[in-house]
């Protein structure tokens, strides 16, 4: 049961580690984000590229996204609870 509890407790410096090192990755390469999908898409607008940095939050200052928001109210507005409902049954088959 220790051992169990040590594991579990372990993950948590574990999930913090790779997320800060995936934003650290995505953050500090050259270029945008949005520039190989302005590239694939040659009919792409300005407008879309805008669009786009909304939707990834690309539009807002470095400060902004390293603030943690445990409000839900993302998840809520993509879906989440729902699809997850009803897509958990499936996995557990």
């Known amino acids: 049961?220790?051992?169990?509890?040590?594991?579990?407790?372990?993950?948590?410096?574990?999930?913090?580690?790779?997320?800060?090192?995936?934003?650290?990755?995505?953050?500090?390469?050259?270029?945008?984000?949005?520039?190989?999908?302005?590239?694939?898409?040659?009919?792409?607008?300005?407008?879309?590229?805008?669009?786009l940095k909304t939707h990834y939050g690309l539009d807002k200052p470095l400060k902004t996204i390293l603030t943690f928001s445990f409000d839900g109210t993302s998840l809520a507005r993509a879906g989440f609870p729902a699809e997850n409902s009803k897509l958990f049954p499936v996995s557990l088959q």
Do not use: D, K, W
């Not at 574990?14 to 997320?19: A, D, P, R, S, V």
């Open 1 to 51: 049961m220790r051992y169990l509890l040590r594991r579990l407790l372990g993950l948590i410096p574990t999930f913090l580690g790779i997320t800060v090192i995936c934003f650290a990755v995505i953050h500090l390469a050259p270029g945008e984000p949005t520039a190989l999908q302005a590239e694939l898409n040659p009919n792409i607008t300005a407008q879309s590229i805008e669009r």
